[in-house]
């Protein structure tokens, strides 16, 4: 077990695409936990990405069950290829990242999502998440995707009306 | 060594006033920090921290002569700021309602009490002449809970304002 390096913004090799995982053996399993423990190592992290400590293969953590406010979550996740294959509603909230210190911004994410994805022994899995852990998902597949929070910013000026919104009606 | 200054700017509004003016920073070898700009009732207004190797007055004289001609006030203080100093908001205020005078003192005194930190403060007056909207928006550290501030706010909210109070949950991934 080790705390690894997060890689941080404007390191260029953020921005490059993983590649599917293929093989869901020892060497990966022991990789997720030396990436769980950097998560945890960090402040407060409720996710984590795998390219953010330079290893590019498609492996997320999410873990939002240890809320102040608990929001709804399905406890600890390693989400192995994962693919969102359906989005509803959307949601204005605010995002920071490891690999982009000192800097928080208003991001726009899907406010519902059906995931699927693999587990560390290569079951396939799907769940149906909400809220702030589908915020977290979304956060950490973009790092696969090479694309950062700041890639998704939006004004903080139009906040009000725009979270009116998609709390009246979520088909927006 | 560069030191810190904040430099304040105030004019009619018209397109082009940034780049003008940070162009002049540049070549003068100013290094700029975090920066504001705000239209305000039609002018423009700007606050950017400006690094600089010398004096107040050096400052003044590299941006004078796009000052004059942008027609443009300037007003430069020494500060002891920093970069990286950022305070993460909490909560989130959001107020709107018939505008009339002392709305904003009201409410923020309230909140004041309450416990909140102002950490971001946007207003607006929306709607007619004849019937203008007042909108605010507040991002802060709510440093005795942000149930207190609820109960603070609620007896002005139950006067015509319209008061909304939402934690913010900033997701570090």
């Not at chain 2, 400052?59 to 993460?88: F, K, N, T, W, Y």
Request: with cysteine; proline share 4%; charged share 25%.
């Amino acid at each position: 077990m080790a705390v690894l390096e997060i890689l941080t913004y404007p390191s260029e090799i953020l921005k490059q695409v993983s590649a599917p995982v293929e093989r869901f053996d020892d060497e990966l399993r022991a990789f997720i936990a030396d990436l769980e423990e950097t998560r945890l190592a960090g402040p407060g992290a409720v996710g984590i990405a795998a390219p953010q400590v330079g290893r590019f293969q498609r492996i997320v953590i999410v873990d939002v069950s240890n809320m102040k406010r608990p929001v709804p979550n399905h406890g600890h996740r390693v989400l192995i290829n994962p693919e969102i294959t359906e989005w509803e509603g959307y949601a204005v909230g605010r995002e920071g990242c490891l690999s982009v210190p000192d800097y928080t911004g208003n991001v726009i994410r899907a406010e519902q999502i059906r995931l699927e994805a693999f587990d560390p022994q290569g079951e396939k899995r799907s769940f149906d998440m909400t809220g702030f852990e589908a915020r977290a998902v979304q956060h950490e597949i973009d790092h696969l995707d090479g694309l950062l929070f700041l890639d998704r910013l939006v004004s903080r000026r139009n906040d009000l009306f725009r979270r009116k919104v998609y709390q009246k009606g979520k088909k927006n | 060594m560069n030191h810190w200054y904040m430099l304040t700017l105030v004019g009619e509004d018209r397109p082009g006033i940034v780049a003008k003016l940070t162009h002049a920073l540049y070549e003068g070898g100013a290094n700029l920090g975090e920066a504001a700009m705000a239209r305000l009732g039609g002018n423009f207004t700007i606050m950017l921290m400006v690094g600089f190797p010398g004096t107040a007055r050096q400052l003044q004289e590299v941006i004078e002569s796009e000052v004059d001609s942008l027609g443009l006030r300037a007003h430069i203080d020494p500060i002891q700021g920093h970069l990286h100093q950022h305070l993460e908001p909490d909560v989130w205020v959001t107020v709107y309602g018939a505008d009339r005078a002392g709305i904003v003192a009201q409410i923020t005194g309230a909140l004041a009490e309450a416990g909140l930190n102002i950490l971001d403060l946007q207003s607006d007056v929306a709607g007619t002449e004849s019937a203008p909207v007042y909108v605010m928006i507040i991002e802060g550290q709510a440093g005795e809970g942000i149930e207190g501030l609820k109960s603070a706010v609620s007896v002005i909210a139950s006067q015509g304002v319209e008061v909304d109070i939402e934690p913010i949950e900033t997701l570090i991934g």
